[in-house]
């Protein structure tokens, strides 16, 4: 049997806030955490566990106090700020609860935000991204506004955007939160089909078990730790 091959890799991970004052706050306390590539995993915890921090930290948006994170086989701890976040924009793919479309752009223009600003001609952007809302099934939808959407509609644009420049790995914070339970498995089951066709890696914090169970590995902190 193929060994797998780990698309992120963290160990001993730690974050302080407040390092050194009297109220300092261990919010991850030495995590080892790997995901395969292709694999679609969830984390969960209750409120305050952690969770957030942990997805912030193995993606680079926030910064670890110690410890070591590979994703794609570099290392973000080494990385400067402007070099972190070229990479990022490259390699990774983001969903968030809050849908952080731009909403003066249309779907179309939306999407191919990705491609344009790693150096993608304009005209083959708007092909792919063209083709991307295509496979999220809103190439009818190309030219409205997020205002003209529904919340479903939305987030689907928000996946096609993650997705457009064939990312190492998507990030997904609540991805359902702000959804109905209809249009949440919905969302979370075109997610699933594009990690089936593209083995494309998902990595979703949801506090949702319903959803949760639809992934291939569920991780559990509490308190800073995975237990």
């Given at each position: 049997m193929s060994k797998k091959e780990k698309i992120v890799d963290a160990k001993n991970l730690k974050k302080i806030y407040n390092q050194g004052h009297p109220n300092e706050v261990q919010a991850l306390k030495g995590i080892d955490l790997t995901v395969d590539k292709g694999e679609t995993m969830t984390i969960m915890g209750p409120s305050g566990s952690g969770k957030t921090t942990l997805l912030n930290c193995i993606s680079g948006i926030d910064e670890a106090t110690s410890g070591e994170i590979f994703v794609a086989g570099k290392d973000l701890q080494k990385m400067k700020d402007g070099e972190k976040t070229r990479?990022?924009?490259?390699?990774?793919?983001?969903?968030?609860?809050?849908?952080?479309?731009?909403?003066?752009?249309t779907a179309v223009e939306n999407v191919e935000m990705p491609l344009l600003v790693t150096g993608v001609k304009a005209k083959e952007a708007r092909e792919r991204s063209l083709e991307m809302l295509k496979i999220v099934g809103l190439e009818d939808r190309a030219e409205h506004k997020p205002s003209e959407l529904s919340g479903g509609q939305v987030q689907r644009v928000t996946i096609a955007r993650s997705l457009v420049h064939r990312p190492a790995i998507v990030w997904a914070d609540e991805p359902t939160g702000n959804l109905d339970s209809k249009t949440a498995h919905s969302v979370f089951d075109l997610m699933l089909e594009l990690n089936d066709k593209y083995n494309e890696t998902f990595v979703v914090v949801t506090h949702d078990e319903e959803i949760a169970k639809k992934t291939q590995r569920i991780v559990n902190i509490d308190s800073g730790k995975l237990v």
């Open positions: 990479y990022r924009a490259k390699n990774m793919g983001f969903i968030f609860q809050t849908f952080n479309l731009i909403p003066v752009l």
